[in-house]
């Protein structure tokens, strides 16, 4: 380990200076900003996601706004998944791909207008590859990074919490969809959404200059209910089968072979990038397919940073993606990215630090 | 402060074991990997670059490999600069544009073969970029990352302690040139490049696996001149005018304000993108420029993570884009990005920590 500090390249988010006070351990970038990953107490983060309330600065997961007479078409043209159906005040889970059918992100995609969205991006440069496309087929959208930063509020107390702030209202909001609200000035989007299946929301904070406001009147109002700082949790995602795009996928995974096909409408039309390449690939089948891998009998210990060789009778079937220790299953599980010559059930064998943990292959999600 | 690790969005180089063992003290991520950017003594790595010999781990300068029938098309077409007379084993620097004109990378270009490049790139997604565009038109390239990792030696010994590794056909290599070299059956490229100003190579490794051992012989050859461990300099890359690609540009700035213009060929075809945009620029005359700025006696201080304010008469007439304390005219300068109504001469107020510094704008490179 070394240190980690901002600088010209890596931008803060609003809510920066509140993590330090909250005593951040730990910062990855993403987006070309710092994330916090840890604040050094791993337990009480999972108990506070699992059983509490928990409060993420989630600022690096950047929205490329586009607008403008073309801006449905475009985002259309960028998604594999069908949005006909989207309305305003709805989001969606989109796959995108590149010519390839390989994944080159997996956006929120929001709907703020007929001709306004936003795509709430994992870590990859989406704002320069949308613009390539837009301007490559001549099309009429302003495509730009706006001041949003959302603050992640995950838990099963999440919902009193900011329905205790905003009003019961938020109670009425469905999977993904969201509605503007504000709070002594402090002008945000709320959604429900969040990269955790323990509930929770998003407020998409629309001023970065609010953001220790914003921050103090969440961890106030959270008392009652133990709130305390967390970051999206390398654990319980995992158990909850959520992909981390760029941490579970390489520079040739397509949708398909990491449980994304029913995000994916091969009927869409051509010019969408990427959709004929999934059609062949789906005609051809996929080569590998992501299940889970829950290790033998290994002690608590800390996640791992590399992709680890999975084995089969003595010959590499594929990676172990991310993993970790499972408080739930006791025992090291992760996702295992694998020939499709294996299935659930099988013995593999994973090559870590030099030496070969037994394991099994399972079903995703682990719950 | 806080630390930073390895995790599989973010990668290490093949000489990541090896500055772990000499010490490093922290990194910044560049391109999805860790570059390490300081050993902790900045006034020994300061020296050594002068003064000596320093060896740097830019293994983050990954390579977008292009190869194919039209592979030469598809470089010129991502590139502003005309590489019609560019000749195999030549490099170029090279800025490329987005469709608006604005700066998106300035890699050196290395031709390998008449239908072989690479792109040395800085921090940012171009082989995505470059994908995007040769599939948009129908252009039959292949586009990969290599397994290629550049070792940089810099300083004014770095001639001789190349020289005595590798023979001394490396001091006719003239700036930006290549050839193919082996030591102990480890492949490389060398190449008269780097990011500084005291001269020396970069050795483009073409085996990752290989990285511990080529760190050790540079190591063991170089005792004799003093040789220790660098990163690229933060300061000396200032007093010599290097410009820092995302640290000093922003999502407007086009390469008439950075001080590329010469480096940009308007009599380039329609297809090259952004050379449309860039005549119009130029037609109109850019907004702002890039100076030097000296700030009056500043005591040695640690570098700056922000753009600061740059006033004149009270007013924003632009940034200071990265700064640090200069030994040699012994006070913080950096880099103005400010109107072209301001000169060389001028004075002006940076804000910085809430407090305003008074300085001087000057010409560029400081030295």
Chains 1, 2 share one sequence.
């Not at 809510?15 to 791993?42: I, K, R």
């Not at 955790?196 to 008392?223: C, H, M, P």
């Amino acid at each position: 380990m070394a240190e980690i500090g901002p600088n010209t390249r890596l931008r803060v988010s609003p809510f920066y200076d509140s993590t330090l006070a909250e005593g951040v351990t730990a910062f990855s970038p993403y987006n070309s900003m710092l994330m916090p990953v840890s604040y050094g107490d791993a337990p009480a983060e999972y108990d506070r996601l699992m059983n509490g309330v928990s409060m993420w600065d989630v600022g690096v997961q950047r929205q490329v706004e586009i607008t403008g007479p073309d801006a449905a078409r475009l985002v259309q043209t960028l998604s594999v998944r069908d949005l006909s159906a989207c309305v305003v005040g709805q989001g969606k889970y989109v796959p995108m791909c590149d010519h390839r059918g390989v994944l080159i992100n997996d956006p929120v995609v929001l709907k703020l207008a007929e001709d306004h969205f936003w795509l709430s991006i994992a870590d990859n440069n989406i704002l320069m590859w949308a613009r390539a496309i837009a301007q490559e087929r001549g099309m009429v959208a302003t495509i730009t990074e706006p001041d949003v930063s959302p603050l992640a509020i995950q838990g099963p107390k999440a919902e009193d919490l900011v329905a205790s702030i905003f009003g019961d209202w938020v109670r009425d909001l469905k999977y993904f969809w969201f509605a503007d609200a504000e709070i002594h000035g402090i002008p945000m989007k709320i959604a429900r959404s969040g990269y955790s299946k323990q509930g929770g929301f998003e407020l998409y904070l629309t001023d970065g200059s609010r953001g220790t406001g914003l921050w103090n009147i969440v961890r106030e109002a959270g008392q009652p209910w133990g709130i305390g700082p967390g970051t999206p949790n390398p654990v319980e995602r995992i158990e909850s089968g959520l992909l981390s795009y760029g941490g579970d996928t390489d520079d040739l995974t397509n949708p398909f072979e990491v449980r994304l096909g029913r995000y994916v409408d091969l009927t869409l039309p051509d010019d969408v990038v990427g959709i004929k390449a999934l059609r062949q690939i789906k005609a051809e089948g996929p080569k590998r397919h992501q299940l889970g891998i829950v290790l033998d009998d290994q002690p608590r210990q800390s996640g791992h940073a590399v992709w680890y060789d999975v084995l089969q009778n003595a010959e590499k079937v594929g990676s172990m993606t991310n993993g970790g220790w499972s408080p739930r299953k006791e025992t090291v599980i992760g996702y295992g990215l694998v020939s499709t010559n294996l299935k659930i059930g099988d013995r593999v064998e994973v090559l870590r630090g030099g030496k070969l943990d037994a394991g099994t292959l399972t079903a995703l999600p682990f719950y």
